[in-house]
Structure formats: structure tokens, C-alpha cells
């Protein structure tokens, strides 16, 4: 019998583009694992080409800005890392997590690298004396793709001009894995008068191609007095690079103590806008909008929406995890109005109300039976806020944190709480695929998993890490302490041990009882002042704001 020989190392097994369309359907781990099995699949998968096939690949999966890899530009090694961290950030998450019952032994991971960066100044430009920042006069936010942060920042009056302006800056940090640039390099800037009286709030980002748009609200100081949101756009790339400011819109009353990250959204052309009890859906494009006022439960036209909410937004849909009363503790669904429908808006920055519309009933409505839950029990959204199939964990003490034992290191004498895993599904299988503009609600929500918790634990929204890790498709929440506990506001990434990521129409069975599974945690950074921007995909860490024009990155991968 003739001996064995290997197919050639020339990698040429099937052409560079079926390997391309096969590599499409595989993790860059299992990718890199196949290159191992002989030298022609080695040879295949050291391809500049196929890596830059799947780092584009893994830009539209993790929703980052492709711009943050300049793969042309960049070696093997160097794709091949951009690729893996998704993984690779998942996997760290992993290394460093305690079960549930040790939560006080988990430790925060070390960062690769840890750096002060510093920002120039941009007040410095204005003259005269450059008072210290406030929380209020600044917001920054890192760019999913780890690469570029957004900023917006409060200037003070020129000489011999009082009226103070916001500048709004896109900053550069150099790619990950490849160099990190400090002080940071400066790409854009633009800036704005008219709004002295307003602090930064809130911010958004969102990237679309080769293009980042932007949105940030602005509010007055004290109770009622209404808030502003401007949104800007700017394309890398361009001839030019630079800042186009597409409108900004006005709501003048309801009551607006405080706006949170979670408040805003952007879907190509329209940006959500939550302002108490109302839904402001507005197209910066056509200068037009709408307004949905909705009840969950609260019974008034006159309250700030409460953290146990959760929101997704497919594009033609609004559903809302609510619990702010347990007899309304359910997902409810509104259907965004058409386009042709929407109010044209007047002048460029255009003023509306919302404390005098009736309340618009729900479309849908999804009840949960949870016989724990009460008033405030904390909802924690898990996976991307724009597509369905999605995830929310309740978590609901049997007693409460005030009956609890005090924290001490025995773990026996602290209460069990259960928490349940709900996914919300199509009802029936698709006939076709399903997209964000399938005009039904037939829609069903459904345990899948239950697992244990203390009663000192609970489920806290932070801006900077809810909205950044627990959407960024790993897989992971965000759990913290409560007041009064020895690591009160400690926070820790958790994951539920074995549970699936489910893709759209392929959600668990429904029969029969949920599985049990188990909780594991990570500690994650605290900071004295601000909170973190994070891009899980990159391991990146940075500060939101700060007292000073410089602000604390960690990069936990490179």
C-alpha cells in the first residue's frame, strides 16, 4: 500500500475565498486551532487576507468601528490579537472569577497596562483662569473598538466674553495590541455657544461604516427645567475630517433631576430619547419626530424613570422590562410610529413638550409571574439592546436585605436568594428570517435557567459598565454590593456557568422546568471620582470624567 503524503504547504487545499466564506461560520479561536492540524491549514490560516476577512467580520458581530483596525496597515499577529479580543477578554473574565458563595475572595484582574493619559486641555485655548472640572462639565466615552474616545467638555467665556461653550472632540489612543498613544492625539474638534447654563448629562456613540454618530443631552441646573440633545456625525476617511453637527432638539418641561447614559440610543437616522414618562423619537435627518407616553405602572405623568427598567430598541419596536409595581412586572411593547407620522420639528435647536400627552397603552404586554418580586427588584439586561432573542436576569430575595445576616466571611449564615434567567422570543418559529422591521407581536417571554444569589447582593445598573458589558455579547452581567456592606458599591462582572448565547429563532425549549445553574464573579476597577467607559472587546478601561483634563485608562489584554 502506497505510503501517505500530506496535500501540498502551499495552503492551496481550496481557494483562499471558500476558506474565506468557511471561516465566516468559526471562531478566530477555532480558526487558529484548525492552522495547527497540518502545515498546508497552517499556511492557509497565516493569510493577511482571511485575517482581515474575519476582523471585519468580528467588527460587525461585537457592533465595533472598524476604523480602530487600520488592517492594512497591520501585521498577522496583529489581526489575529484584534480578532481574539472578544475572547480573549471573556476568558480573563473567566480566569479571575469566584464562585458566587466567595464573592469577597474575587479579585479585580491586573492590567497590562495602567496609565494616566493626558488630555490637552482644550479650556486652555480660551485664556484667562481655568477653573477645576466638575463632574458635570465633561463626559467622555470610548468608542466601541477601544481605539477612539469622544469627548465633551465645558468651556469657560473668552476674555471679555462671559457666555461659556461646549467643545465636542474625537481623540485618538492608537490601536490596541498595537500602541497606545499619551498623551492621546486629537483628530476633530468643534464647538458650540447658547447653552451656558446646561452640563453634560449623558452620551452616545454609535458607529455606522467609516462614520461615528454622536448624541448628548445637556441639562439645566435644578428641578424642571428641561434638557437639550445634540447630535453630531463625523466620517474617518474623509478629505477632510471633521464634525458635522446634524440638530438638536429641546423638551422644555417634565421633571429631568438627572439623565443617564441608558436614556439615550441611536439607530441610523433616529435617536430615542427616554424623558420621564415619555418615548421622544426623534430623526435628525428629516428634522421630524414623535412622542410615545407610556405607563409602567407608576400612574403619573410626573416621575423619573426607575433603574429597575430595562429597554430594547430593534428599530420599530420599544420593549420594556419594567418592575416598578410586582402586579406590572412584565415586558411591554410599543411599535415606533412610521416616519410619515412624525411632527416636523422648527428652527435649529426646536423646542417640545411632554408632560400634557395622554398615555399611549401598550401594544403588547408579556406579564412574569415571579412571586418574590417586589417593587424595585433589580432587572439586569443581558446581550445587545437591539435585536431578539434577549436576555434579563430578576433578581429577588426571598427576605429582605434588611432581615439579611450581617456580612461576615461565613457564607452559611447568609441568606439564599433565587434569580431566574428570562429570554424573550418569537412565539413560533419563523416561516423566514426575522429582522428588526418583521411587524408582529408574537412575541413570548419564558424562564430558562434559575440560580442562586445572597442576600447581600444585588443587581445595580451602572451606566459605565451595565450598558458597556452586559451588551457587549459575552455573556456577562453586572452585579454590586449594596450600602452597608463591608465592599458596599463594590461591582463584579458575573456569568452564569454553561448557559448558551442564543441566536435569533434559536431560543431554548419550553417545556418543563428551567435548569439549575450556577454563578460565577469577577471583581471589577472602581474609580474615587467618575465611572468607566469600557470596551470589552478591546480589555479597555477609561475614565468617564474626571476633576482634571487627565483620566486613568486600563487595558487588561495588551
Not at 424642571?224 to 474617518?236: D, H, S
Not at 428599530?315 to 411632527?343: A, D, M, Q
Not at 409571574?369 to 436576555?391: V, W
Not at 465592599?487 to 431560543?507: M, R, T
Request: with cysteine.
Amino acid at each position: 500500500m502506497a505510503a501517505q503524503t500530506e496535500p501540498p504547504n502551499d495552503g492551496n487545499i481550496l481557494p483562499l475565498e471558500l476558506w474565506g466564506e468557511t471561516f465566516a461560520h468559526m471562531e478566530p479561536y477555532d480558526v487558529l486551532t484548525l492552522g495547527k492540524a497540518s502545515r498546508a491549514l497552517h499556511a492557509v490560516v497565516s493569510d493577511k487576507s482571511i485575517w482581515i476577512t474575519i476582523v471585519g467580520l468580528v467588527c460587525k458581530k461585537y457592533g465595533l468601528f472598524k476604523p480602530s483596525y487600520p488592517v492594512e496597515t497591520l501585521s498577522v499577529a496583529q489581526l489575529q490579537r484584534a480578532a481574539m479580543g472578544p475572547v480573549l477578554f471573556q476568558s480573563l473574565m473567566a480566569k479571575n472569577s469566584k464562585p458566587i458563595h466567595q464573592v469577597e475572595k474575587a479579585k479585580e484582574p491586573i492590567p497590562a497596562t495602567e496609565v494616566k493619559l493626558r488630555f490637552n486641555d482644550s479650556r486652555l485655548a480660551h485664556g484667562g483662569s481655568i477653573p477645576p472640572l466638575t463632574i458635570t462639565d465633561h463626559h467622555r466615552r470610548l468608542v466601541p473598538g477601544g481605539r477612539f474616545v469622544v469627548q465633551v467638555i465645558k468651556l469657560p467665556g473668552r476674555p471679555g466674553d462671559s457666555r461659556s461653550s461646549f467643545s465636542v472632540e474625537l481623540w485618538d489612543l492608537g490601536t490596541p495590541g498595537v500602541k497606545l498613544f499619551n498623551p492621546p492625539i486629537v483628530i476633530a474638534r468643534t464647538e458650540f455657544k447658547d447653552l451656558s447654563r446646561y452640563t453634560v448629562a449623558s452620551m452616545v456613540v454609535s458607529p455606522i461604516g467609516q462614520r461615528l454618530r454622536i448624541a448628548f443631552g445637556l441639562l439645566t441646573p435644578g428641578f424642571k427645567k428641561g434638557c437639550v440633545v445634540k447630535a453630531f456625525e463625523i466620517a474617518l476617511g474623509a478629505p477632510k475630517t471633521e464634525f458635522k453637527e446634524l440638530g438638536g432638539i429641546f423638551i422644555s418641561d417634565g421633571a429631568i433631576p438627572r439623565m443617564g447614559n441608558h436614556n439615550l440610543m441611536i439607530r441610523g437616522d433616529l435617536v430615542f430619547i427616554r424623558v420621564c414618562h415619555a418615548f421622544v423619537f426623534w430623526n435628525f435627518v428629516s428634522a421630524r419626530y414623535s412622542i410615545i407616553s407610556v405607563d409602567l405602572g407608576e400612574g403619573t405623568l410626573a416621575y423619573f424613570p426607575s433603574e429597575p427598567q430595562k429597554f430594547v430598541w430593534t428599530g420599530n419596536k420599544v420593549l420594556v422590562v419594567s418592575n416598578t409595581r410586582p402586579e406590572h412586572l412584565g415586558v411591554y411593547i410599543w411599535e415606533v410610529p412610521c416616519l410619515s407620522t412624525f411632527t416636523p420639528l422648527g428652527g435649529k435647536v426646536a423646542a417640545l413638550e411632554v408632560a400634557n400627552i395622554p398615555f399611549t397603552l401598550p401594544d403588547a404586554f408579556l406579564p412574569i409571574s415571579y412571586p418574590n418580586a417586589r417593587s424595585g427588584t433589580p432587572i439586569e439586561l443581558i446581550g445587545k439592546d437591539d435585536r431578539i432573542p434577549f436576555h434579563f436576569d430578576i433578581l429577588a430575595p426571598e427576605t429582605s436585605v434588611k432581615a439579611a445576616q450581617p456580612h461576615t466571611s461565613h457564607m452559611a449564615k447568609r441568606l439564599t436568594n433565587t434569580g431566574v434567567r428570562f429570554t424573550v422570543d418569537y412565539n413560533t418559529p419563523p416561516e423566514g428570517p426575522r429582522t428588526a422591521s418583521t411587524n408582529d407581536h408574537n412575541f413570548i417571554v419564558k424562564p430558562t435557567l434559575s440560580f442562586e444569589i445572597y442576600a447581600h447582593t444585588g443587581c445595580y445598573h451602572t451606566p459605565a459598565y451595565a450598558s458597556s458589558i452586559s451588551s457587549s455579547s459575552l455573556g456577562l452581567g453586572v452585579l454590586s454590593m449594596p450600602r452597608g456592606t463591608v465592599d458596599e458599591d463594590a461591582s463584579y462582572a458575573y456569568s452564569l456557568n454553561g448557559l448558551p448565547i442564543l441566536e435569533p429563532g434559536k431560543g431554548p425549549s419550553t417545556g418543563g422546568a428551567e435548569p439549575s445553574g450556577s454563578v460565577s464573579v469577577t471583581r471589577l476597577p472602581q474609580l474615587n471620582y467618575g465611572g468607566w467607559s469600557v470596551c470589552p472587546s478591546s480589555g479597555r478601561f477609561i475614565q468617564e470624567r474626571s476633576g482634571n483634563s487627565d483620566a486613568s485608562l486600563h487595558d487588561y489584554l495588551w
